[in-house]
């Protein structure tokens, strides 16, 4: 953790002494009270908090906020449904580079299983989520919404944005060297398939609602290194790297 991320009101009432955050404070990062530790709140300021006191309840803090949570890059992404080992990692790496919004849905290709897997019905997708905010040392935590079908996810997209979709059957373009200018307002949609990616009907789907098809190179990538790969190029392009 390069930052320690807090819900907000959080930092002001008592951390459970068994909490992760607590644990790596103390085990970790071998702090003791009156030292000092780099914080934030979830989508809110960050800056320094330190550690007032401990007792058998917890941890309870002092803070001081100065920063405020830098903007996500306009960029959103769409991903078919693929194992929950996979898209745990898609949900924390993701983060940690910069995205503003993660759209999941179900392919014709994937289990239908995933969809009802604890990742998304007991709200863990959260927590990974919080682990690349605090790798990365943000505090910008993306919106996540999963769709019963991938239809429906792409007919709820804003009609202002440009949109991509990750292709090695059909694609037209190469990813790297599309034109993402544009309005600064607007999002860039990036759609990465499933395991075994798009099938016919969905590569129509897609096109019939304004994605262009790219490759990104020659070689067939698992899904989380896909969306990593294309994001950083998307991001690249945009001059969010710089």
């Known amino acids: 953790m390069n930052l320690i991320l807090f819900e907000p009101g959080e930092i002001d009432g008592t951390l459970a002494a068994g909490d992760p955050r607590a644990r790596h404070l103390v085990e970790v990062l071998k702090l003791a009270p009156g030292e000092e530790f780099d914080a934030g709140v979830v989508n809110g300021p960050r800056g320094r908090a330190w550690i007032r006191e401990t007792d058998g309840a917890g941890m309870r803090f002092g803070h001081r906020f100065s920063l405020e949570a830098r903007p996500a890059p306009p960029v959103a992404l769409v ?16 983060t940690s580079l910069g995205v503003r919004e993660m759209l999941f849905a179900p392919t014709e290709t994937g289990e239908a299983s995933y969809a009802s897997s604890g990742l998304w019905e007991r709200g863990e997708y959260r927590r990974h989520l919080l682990d690349g905010a605090q790798q990365a040392a943000t505090t910008s935590i993306p919106e996540v919404r999963l769709f019963p079908s991938l239809r429906l996810c792409l007919d709820a997209l804003p009609a202002s944005s440009a949109r991509l979709a990750l292709d090695n059957v059909e694609a037209s373009i190469a990813l ?55 994001l950083t190029l998307v991001l690249a392009r945009l001059g969010c790297l710089e």
């Open 79 to 94: 991903v078919g449904l693929s194992r929950p080992q996979t898209m745990r990692r898609v949900l924390r790496d993701c």
């Open 176 to 230: 790297a060297s599309f034109d993402l200018l544009g309005p600064s307002s607007a999002l860039v949609f990036l759609a990465v398939g499933s395991e075994r990616g798009w099938t016919p009907s969905e590569r129509e789907l897609l096109r019939s609602r304004a994605f262009t098809l790219a490759r990104l190179g020659s070689r067939i990538l698992r899904t989380e290194s896909a969306c990593l790969s294309a």
